[in-house]
C-alpha cells in the first residue's frame, strides 16, 4: 500500500513537501508519483518517477515541484515551491507494481493513497 500526507494551507507563493510511505513492496522497484484533483476537474497526473530514476513532471509544475526518493524509508516526496492557487487540489500518491515504467493511462496504477488536500490561497 501507499500512504500519503504532508498537504495544508499556504499562501501563493509558499511551499510544501509531501510525502508518500510504500509498504509491502519496494517503492524503488516500480513506478510511483502524485496525482491531483481538483473540484469538478478530472484527476490529472503531477509528477512520476520510474524505477530507472526518470521523474516527469507535468508542464503546469516543471521548475516549481520536484520529486524525490529516500530508498531506506521506502517513501517519495513531492517538494512543491511557488505554489500557485490554481495548485489546489486533492493530491494522491499512486504506485504501479506491474512494471518498472510509469504506465499513461491513470487506470493503470494499482495501488492508491487517500488523498491530501492542498489549499493555496491568493
Known amino acids: 500500500q501507499v500512504v500519503g500526507s504532508g498537504g495544508g494551507s499556504v499562501q501563493a507563493g509558499g511551499s510544501l513537501r509531501l510525502s508518500c510511505a510504500a509498504s509491502?513492496?519496494?517503492?524503488?522497484?516500480?513506478?510511483m508519483g502524485w496525482f491531483r484533483q481538483a473540484l469538478g476537474k478530472e484527476r490529472e497526473e503531477v509528477a512520476t518517477?520510474?524505477?530507472?530514476?526518470?521523474?516527469t513532471y507535468a508542464d503546469s509544475v516543471k521548475g516549481r515541484f520536484t520529486l524525490s526518493q529516500d530508498n531506506a524509508k521506502n517513501a517519495l516526496y513531492l517538494q512543491m515551491n511557488s505554489l500557485k492557487p490554481e495548485d489546489t487540489a486533492m493530491y494522491f500518491c499512486?504506485?504501479?507494481?506491474?512494471?518498472?515504467?510509469?504506465?499513461?493511462?491513470?487506470?493503470?496504477?494499482?495501488?492508491w493513497g487517500q488523498g491530501t488536500q492542498v489549499t493555496v490561497s491568493s
Open positions: 518517477i520510474d524505477a530507472e530514476g526518470t521523474a
Open positions: 499512486a504506485a504501479s507494481t506491474w512494471e518498472r515504467l510509469c504506465p499513461k493511462s491513470t487506470r493503470d496504477y494499482n495501488l
Open positions: 509491502g513492496y519496494t517503492a524503488s522497484s516500480y513506478c
